[in-house]
């Protein structure tokens, strides 16, 4: 599997456990998304507000137009779920995109991410494979503050089984997503 294979199959795998995860959070009340919870963030919401904004700036980034600190302002810019899921989605597709275009030279290229007192600069293929990496983290934490609620976490820690296809059949055609846009 080639570098570039990997990381869109990882796209693919991120916008899939993102849409579980929100589909999970969709069956709660809004006062059990914004209740305080032990975690990083002190809400489901405000955690899941967190990984759009953390990809807004990412992508933004890995697109070569940075939007910098105002992807955190507000820091909870949608605390309706139903806004939040179309947001994420809409990011999710952005990732994928760019992940489908990339090649060897876009890999290495520098990508610059402002930091509150200097200008941090990072290969693509690095902020990729961090972007990944803070989006399972802050899956996980909402997944662990899923536990204390009345609707039980999904499984999130699949990937791409060959032999489970049927297992991820409905959210794939919920996402629009077929197996040969991954794989072919």
Not at 60 to 78: H, K, T, Y
Not at 143 to 151: D, E, K, P, Y
């Amino acid at each position: 599997m080639t570098p570039q294979r990997y990381l869109l199959a990882q796209a693919y795998n991120n916008a899939w456990a993102n849409h579980r995860l929100l589909k999970a959070c969709g069956r709660l009340s809004p006062e059990e998304l914004a209740a305080t919870r032990v975690g990083f963030f002190p809400s489901i919401v405000h955690t899941l507000n967190h990984i759009l904004t953390v990809d807004w700036l990412y992508v933004s980034a890995l697109e070569g137009d940075c939007v910098g600190a105002a992807a955190f302002e507000p820091e909870i810019p949608f605390p309706v779920l139903a806004d939040l899921e179309r947001e994420q989605r809409a990011a999710d597709r952005r990732l994928i995109h760019h992940c489908r275009s990339i090649d060897a030279e876009t890999l290495a290229q520098e990508v610059r991410l402002p930091r509150a007192d200097h200008v941090q600069v990072e290969t693509a293929d690095r902020v990729l494979l961090h972007l990944f990496q803070h989006q399972i983290h802050h899956r996980g934490q909402v997944h662990a503050m899923l536990s204390g609620t009345s609707v039980a976490p999904p499984q999130l820690d699949e990937f791409f089984a060959a032999d489970e296809e049927e297992l991820r059949r409905q959210d794939f055609a919920e996402l629009g997503f077929t197996e040969a846009m991954i794989w072919s």
